[in-house]
């Protein structure tokens, strides 16, 4: 089995062990997560389930689920049993980053309003021994964005605004711009968190903590299952 293909593996088995007929699932956005998605809209045309919902977490993954025809409801409508999604980052107590595809906030949402937790699927590759190998995404307001990113920057080694070609703002589903921090690590994700909240613009971070309920990883010879009390 190549390594390559194991984020497509562990979605595939994240949605075979955990999705039942009748459940609404929320459904996470990226490359893992897409998986997923394409695994759940097969079960159903197949008859394997029925009568599964999704709540997509952005306008790419509504699109994805309806081309696989997975029904969607909203969360005026509904709660979503369990989410399913991808990490950027999988750290100690099965604490994440998230966002880096530009989702984070919806993200969030989502699998916070969910019964039962956040099922993470992931390539081993994003197994870390400390958060912040890589950028933690904060999704900010653009009113005022400079002054937010200064706030940022005073906490980070490096921070930037995150920009499209040619060079204009990246832009989330909400509306939002999202600045990218770079740190050595992060050794109190928490502490991190608590202090970013609290600086006038940021809407939310990058870090998910406490809202796992398993990790489902891919390797090279298979697939792994992790919960907090199991860990990598």
């Known amino acids: 089995m190549s390594s390559g293909d194991a984020p497509e593996r562990a979605a595939k088995q994240a949605v075979d062990e955990y999705v039942e007929s009748g459940m609404v699932v929320g459904l996470g956005t990226g490359f893992a997560a897409s998986h997923a998605v394409r695994r759940l809209g097969e079960l159903l045309a197949g008859g394997e389930l029925r009568d599964v919902r999704g709540i997509p977490t952005s306008a790419r993954t509504a699109d994805l689920a309806e081309e696989v025809g997975i029904p969607l409801v909203t969360l005026a409508e509904a709660r979503p049993v369990l989410t399913i999604d991808g990490a950027d980052e999988i750290g100690p107590g099965l604490a994440l980053i998230k966002g880096r595809g530009g989702a984070l906030l919806r993200e969030k949402i989502v699998a916070h309003a969910g019964q039962n937790g956040l ?29 937010t990113l200064d706030a940022l920057v005073s906490l980070a080694r490096n921070a930037r605004l995150r920009t499209e070609a040619p060079n204009r703002p990246f832009v989330t589903d909400g509306g939002h711009y999202t600045v990218d921090c770079l740190f050595d690590e992060i050794p109190d994700p928490e502490a991190l968190g608590a202090r970013m909240k609290c600086i006038p613009g940021v809407i939310e971070t990058g870090l998910f903590l406490g809202l796992v309920r398993a990790a489902v990883v891919g390797r090279a010879d298979g697939v792994e299952t992790f919960t907090v009390k199991e860990q990598f």
Do not use: M, N, Q, R
């Open 119 to 147: 099922i993470v699927v992931a390539g081993e590759s994003k197994l870390v021994d400390a958060l912040g190998e890589g950028t933690l995404p904060v999704e900010v307001e653009p009113f005022g964005w400079e002054a």
